[in-house]
């Protein structure tokens, strides 16, 4: 069974940094990809980054790319999520998502999320 759990978030002034945690579980040899993506009231799902399973390798949006850095702990099995220089436009709910490869399409799991507020 899959389980994400993330932590991490909270309140932070504009500038400042957080780093969100995701605990993973139920990972296998059928995973894709293991990433993040955000959830703001009244705005459309983000998608800000992901580390491909197979060869480690990384994307980030426009909005995050050079301020965000996410990296994973194979050993722990944590996705790190490290968030500099946060403006209050990124405001959200930060979510760990697990992609699997499935029968017929990709499979996709998340979390919870956890709440980032920044503040100007």
């Known amino acids: 069974e899959v389980q994400l759990v993330e932590s991490g978030g909270g309140l932070v002034r504009a500038g400042g940094s957080l780093r969100l945690s995701c605990a993973a579980s139920?990972?296998?040899?059928?995973?894709?990809?293991i990433g993040w993506f955000r959830q703001a009231p009244g705005k459309e799902r983000e998608e800000l980054s992901c580390?491909?399973?197979?060869?480690?390798?990384?994307n980030y949006a426009d909005s995050v790319k050079g301020r965000f850095t996410i990296s994973r702990d194979n050993a722990k099995n944590i996705v790190y999520l490290q968030m500099n220089s946060l403006k209050p436009e990124d405001t959200a709910v930060y979510c760990c998502?697990?992609?699997?490869?499935?029968?017929?399409?990709?499979?996709?799991?998340w979390g919870q999320g956890t709440q980032v507020t920044v503040s100007s």
């Open positions: 139920g990972t296998n040899r059928a995973d894709r990809a």
């Open positions: 580390i491909g399973t197979s060869d480690g390798s990384t």
């Open positions: 998502y697990l992609e699997k490869n499935g029968p017929l399409v990709p499979l996709r799991y």
